[in-house]
């Protein structure tokens, strides 16, 4: 078994608790307008590495896991796309005591029950909260990460709930206040981050000669964020 991975970060700090390995996999079906990783879409790119190969580069940093509370995140692309190779390397970090984590917006393929009960928290990312919204900003239904997200309920696995601000599009108070009714409705909640809409991929497009249909649309304002963060979610305030 091989799995397709983009990238690794050795010592991530924004994508789950504590120091962190961030193993970027290769793969999405989602094509979301803000998407700042076009690079990570297709299957068919990136380092062909065995389950084993990638956990003695993951060995490396257990001194760093342990002293932080941190452990692994895998995400993407959308690591659920490659259930078997993901599920695999959970079951290895588990099997020494690595605290395990899922950067996921809930689409991919197959069960995710097994997976599920092999990570220790999710970093749900929310696309949008209505279907026509979910539909023109990914272009796909929502009906596929709905499912991912009930069984993720059913078995209790804890979450935090990211949300990306795009100025004009998911930064109104009317949308805020959906998505607010839309995380109230959840359990096992333990974080909320609205992260600022940037600019830092948009020179992929260019050098993947691929349209961006956000074009001149501005970076979204951090401070704003952080306001919206206050009002909406001061439970969660923004690190």
Known sequence: MK????SIESMGLVDGPGIRTVVFLQGCRLRCRFCHNPDTWQLSCGEQMTPEALMQKIRRF???????????????????LQPEFLLEMLRLLKQEHIHTCLDTAGVGLGDYTEILRHTDLILYDVKHVTESGYLDMTGQPMDQTQAFLGEAQRLGVPL???????PGL???RAHLAQLKRFVDSLQHVQRVELLPYHLLGVHKY???????????VPAMDQEKAAQLQEEFFP?????
């Not at 799995?3 to 983009?6: D, F, M, P």
């Not at 257990?62 to 659920?80: D, H, I, Q």
């Open 62 to 80: 257990k001194p760093y896991f342990a002293r932080s509370g941190g452990g692994v995140t895998f995400s993407g692309g959308e690591p659920l």
């Open 160 to 166: 935090w709930v990211r949300h990306v601000l795009v």
């Open 235 to 239: 439970q969660f305030p923004s690190t």
């Open 3 to 6: 799995g397709a991975v983009h």
């Open 170 to 172: 998911t930064d109104g």
């Open 206 to 216: 260019e050098t993947m000669r691929l349209p961006y249909s956000l074009s001149g």
